[in-house]
Structure formats: structure tokens, C-alpha cells
């Protein structure tokens, strides 16, 4: 079974731009979850979405948005960018529950100029 | 809301040397227990995980943790260590009945040396 795929692994943008980040569950996954990692803050809940609607969403500012596709393929985007938002973008898939394991993607790595 | 405090931002071992990596939490309701690895350029693993029942948990790499409620602790231990072990261990809790958001510690940075 083919893991969790981000894409793409590595970005540069410069401040004020906007980026989309996607995420592929691996098959069979209906809940996808983001998470933002920087050395400053660690690893922060960004959301949550499971069957196209966002269930959890961590305490981010509006510039960040996510959404989930029929196919539970998800996609994060964040509208202008700050220096702060420089992070590696974490992508977990599981099946539905919180007992049930996240599978983790190996990540984005943004960087904002 | 939950937190979870990993007190020791790096372990430096020998190999061969066993290895306890402390994680303690709050919470006012109650919570599933992780254990991720994270290797250097990739994602996170799960070494193991406390839903209920038996309060000594056994994961992968020969790693277990010992789910101790009055204490609030879950601490990670393995009884030799090996050079391969050198990662990031991250603590996570997540609200049972919660879905799947994750409260992660700061991690602690295991090095093992020859």
C-alpha cells in the first residue's frame, strides 16, 4: 500500500505571496489532518478533515485554509505569506477515529523569503 | 484542552545502554497516548500508542511505555539502544471521542554514541 504523498516537498516563496500545498491519503483513508512544524513553536495542529468537512482546526489566523476532495485527497492553502510561516507542513491520513493510527507524510518544506 | 510536557529536550546514551524518555500531560478529559520517531528529513512515525486497558504498551524497535494515570506520565523506555535509535521522540495526546487532533510535547532528541 502506497504511503502518504505530499507534494511538492520543497517550496520557496517570497513574503505576500500565497501557496497551495497538497496531500494524498493513502487509499482507503478518509480523514486527513495538517500539521505546521518550526523549531520555535514544534509541531501545531493546523486542521482536520474527514469526508470533505473540517472536523477539528487548530488556533492558526484565517490566512491559513485547507479542503478535502471526493476523493480524500486534501489540499492546504495560506494567503499572504509571512517570514513566521517558513515551516515543514506535515500531512497525516488515517481511516476515522482518534484511536485509529495517523499515518504521516514526509512533509513540505516551505520557505518564505 | 491538553498539554504535554517532554522535559528533556535531548538524551545523549551509548548504544547498548537502555533509555527512558519522560513525557508527562494534562488534561481535564480524557485521552489517547502516543509515541512518534522522527528521522531526520521525513515524517513522523507511530512507535506506540495507549488506548485503554493494560497500562504497559509494546511498540515497534523493541520499544514500550508505561501509561501511569495518577502520575499523568508516559514514559518511553527501551532496554538497549542501538545506533539506528538516534531520532526525534515526540509525546502526543488526543482528546478520546475527539477525532484525530494531536497535542504534541516539544520532543526530546535521543543520540546514541558508540
Known amino acids: 500500500k502506497a504511503g502518504v504523498t505530499q507534494t511538492p516537498r520543497y517550496l520557496i516563496k517570497t513574503r505576500g505571496q500565497q501557496v497551495t500545498l497538497s496531500c494524498s491519503p493513502i487509499s482507503g483513508h478518509r480523514s486527513v489532518s495538517w500539521y505546521q512544524q518550526t523549531p520555535g513553536q514544534g509541531l501545531q495542529f493546523l486542521f482536520e478533515y474527514f469526508s470533505e468537512t473540517q472536523r477539528n482546526k487548530g488556533n492558526f489566523p484565517g490566512r491559513f485554509s485547507g479542503r478535502q476532495f471526493s476523493n480524500s485527497r486534501s489540499e492546504m492553502n495560506v494567503s499572504t505569506l509571512e517570514l513566521g510561516d517558513s515551516a515543514l507542513y506535515l500531512c497525516?491520513?488515517?481511516?476515522?477515529?482518534?484511536?485509529?493510527?495517523?499515518?504521516f507524510g514526509p512533509g513540505t518544506r516551505l520557505t518564505v523569503l | 484542552a491538553q498539554s504535554v510536557t517532554q522535559l528533556d529536550s535531548q538524551v545523549p546514551v551509548f548504544e547498548e545502554a537502555p533509555v527512558e524518555l519522560r513525557c508527562n500531560y494534562s488534561?481535564?478529559?480524557?485521552?489517547?497516548l502516543f509515541w512518534y520517531v522522527q528521522y531526520p528529513n521525513q515524517g513522523l512515525q507511530l512507535l506506540l500508542k495507549y488506548l485503554s486497558g493494560s497500562t504497559l504498551v509494546k511498540g515497534i524497535n523493541g520499544f514500550e511505555a508505561e501509561f501511569n494515570k495518577s502520575q499523568t506520565s508516559f514514559h518511553l523506555r527501551k532496554p538497549s539502544v542501538h545506533i539506528s535509535d538516534t531520532a526525534e521522540y515526540f509525546c502526543?495526546?488526543?482528546?478520546?471521542?475527539?477525532?484525530?487532533?494531536?497535542?504534541f510535547g516539544t520532543g526530546t532528541q535521543l543520540k546514541v554514541e558508540l
Open positions: 497525516a491520513s488515517s481511516t476515522l477515529t482518534g484511536e485509529d493510527t495517523q499515518y
Open positions: 488534561s481535564s478529559v480524557s485521552v489517547y
Open positions: 502526543a495526546v488526543s482528546e478520546t471521542g475527539g477525532g484525530n487532533k494531536l497535542t
